[in-house]
Nanobody
Framework: QVQLVESGGGLVQPGGSLRLSCAAS????????MGWYRQTPGKERELVAT???????NYADSVKGRFTISRDNAKKTVYLQMDSLKSEDTAVYLC??????????????WGQGTQVTVSS
């Protein structure tokens, strides 16, 4: 079983910055992929960024150049540094871990989400 604790959400002005954290407990190893998704009412959940334990990152086109994902393997924590925030970045941001080894095979887990609101 994996538990995810997210923090760092809040209200920020357009052009501002915010840093999200997601601390995991449980079976996180070198094969586990950690990342962030976001969800807005009326829209499909979309991938924001993912990162492997080796540091290989994948970003949505909409956030490339503005967001940076990083990972501290020792702390089992993934971060999302969000710069140059826009109003369209407003969403519930969800932490995700994938490729988690369990007795039943590979599985994924979701955090509860943290609200990010970009507004003047």
């Amino acid at each position: 079983q994996v538990q995810l604790v997210e923090s760092g959400g809040g209200l920020v002005q357009p052009g501002g910055s915010l840093r999200l954290s997601c601390a995991a407990s449980g079976s996180i190893d070198s094969s586990t992929i950690m990342g962030w998704y976001r969800q807005t009412p009326g829209k499909e959940r979309e991938l924001v960024a993912t990162i492997t334990s080796g540091g290989s990152a994948n970003y949505a086109d909409s956030v490339k150049g503005r967001f940076t994902i990083s990972r501290d393997n020792a702390k089992k924590t993934v971060y999302l540094q969000m710069d140059s925030l826009k109003s369209e970045d407003t969403a519930v941001y969800l932490c995700n871990v994938d490729n988690v080894h369990t007795p039943y095979g590979l599985y994924h887990y979701w955090g509860q989400g943290t609200q990010v609101t970009v507004s003047s």
